[in-house]
């Protein structure tokens, strides 16, 4: 699954898997007590991102497609204009307001100083929030997603804690993405690195492409070990 294929995507307006509110897993669970910065990997133009910093947080999306980048900005007019930066070698675009950043570009040459703000303040303490992020890719690029994930937070002091949300269902029936997320797959690759604890799991049917199917969504906290 190459950047094209989601370029496309977007330039089509194929996005099925945006949504118009914010996501109730998010609004539910997410532990928003304390301000901290928020990685928000794969972000495309997610209303969660603009929540999150209406609860107060530093906000960071990373996405691939420039569109979707400045498709939000102009449909969140209540964040202002952002100032914009580009880094030619690594064909990564920042724009950025008040407490909130989209890192343009591909999430695996992001390094964990892009995390950051322009004009300091920022809360060193990190959280993640990965909705169609890790599900969003097939299981080569999940591994290499989570090893990147995994180098960007290393550094960040402990506590670093989030919400992933996966979904399950018999691959067989539909190819990806959406991608199928077994709890054998967690085990063995996200427990790793994170502590996940289940706080929500649903059944139910979805629209998955062209078909319904049975669905199972879940939660998870996730803290990096
Ligand atoms: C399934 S969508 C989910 C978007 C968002 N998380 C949401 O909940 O609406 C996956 C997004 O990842 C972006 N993407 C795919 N590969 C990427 C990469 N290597 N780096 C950054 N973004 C990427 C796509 O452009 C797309 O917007």
Known sequence: MDHNFWQSRW?????GFHQPKVNDYLFKHFEKALPKRV???LCGKSKDLLWLWQQGQWVVGVELTEK???DFWAENPELGTPSEKFDTER???FFETDRIKLVCGDFFTVNSADLTFQNGGAPSALSIYDRAAYIALPLDLRQRYLD???SLVR???RPVSGLLITIEYDQSLKNGPPFSITQKELAERWDLHFNLTELESVKEMQKLGPSELEVTERAHRIEFK
Do not use: D
Request: proline share 10%; charged share 15%.
């Open 68 to 70: 979707a980048c400045r």
């Open 11 to 15: 330039q089509n307006n194929e996005i």
């Open 39 to 41: 990685l928000v990997p």
């Open 91 to 93: 064909g990564l675009r």
């Open 148 to 150: 990147h994930l995994t």
């Open 155 to 157: 550094t960040s002091p």
